[in-house]
């Protein structure tokens, strides 16, 4: 069971880069100027498709990695991964495994949007360091991807999780005063 969920999560880490790329490609920012120009916006500013392609490419890529972070799958792949002794020890684990897929979702998904393939072929032709000039190149040609990424997860996804951690907080109020109150 061990290997077959190791190889499960591999192909996860892998299949899940298409929907990403796929969608993420749908709000490019020619994709975008191809789409008003059918529906016949004519006084939208090129600055605007671009600050709306941004925005829109980080909110869907935030949007499948909550679909997938909180949904307990990879939590479930550790598990059955190998044998822990604790609940912890397996919840540690799939917070690592969380770790490296944020980081393949953003890098691979985001960085080589479209060309993954095209990577992958050069890497097998000139080495691993050919990866390395490849992501040198394409971070400076996605810094306004990375800068839309960031302020979106900053002020709108962790004051989301915020909020939701003040409802259960409200939540636990009447469950301490009706013990507090039983005790007494």
Avoid at 39 to 47: A, H, I, M, W, Y
Avoid at 138 to 145: E, G, L, Q, R, V
């Amino acid at each position: 069971i061990s290997l077959a969920a190791t190889t499960a999560i591999v192909f996860f880490f892998l299949l899940w880069n298409v929907p990403v790329v796929f969608t993420q490609s749908l709000v490019s920012a020619d994709s975008l100027a191809v789409l008003l120009e059918k529906l016949n916006v004519k006084d939208v500013d090129d600055e605007a498709v671009y600050w709306a392609s941004d925005w829109l490419s980080s909110l869907i890529l935030l949007l499948m990695q909550i679909l997938t972070l909180y949904t307990g799958i990879l939590l479930y792949l550790s598990k059955k991964q190998t044998h822990f002794s604790s609940e912890s020890q397996a919840a540690l684990s799939a917070f690592h495994k969380m770790w490296a897929f944020n980081f393949f979702i953003v890098m691979l998904a985001s960085v080589f949007v479209g060309s993954l393939y095209t990577a992958a072929v050069d890497i097998v032709s000139y080495g691993l360091c050919n990866l390395f000039n490849a992501v040198a190149q394409a971070i400076p040609d996605n810094s306004t991807f990375f800068m839309s990424y960031m302020l979106t997860e900053t002020l709108l996804i962790v004051p989301l999780l915020d909020f939701l951690q003040v409802w259960s907080l409200l939540l636990s109020v009447p469950e301490l005063l009706c013990t507090a109150l039983g005790s007494a």
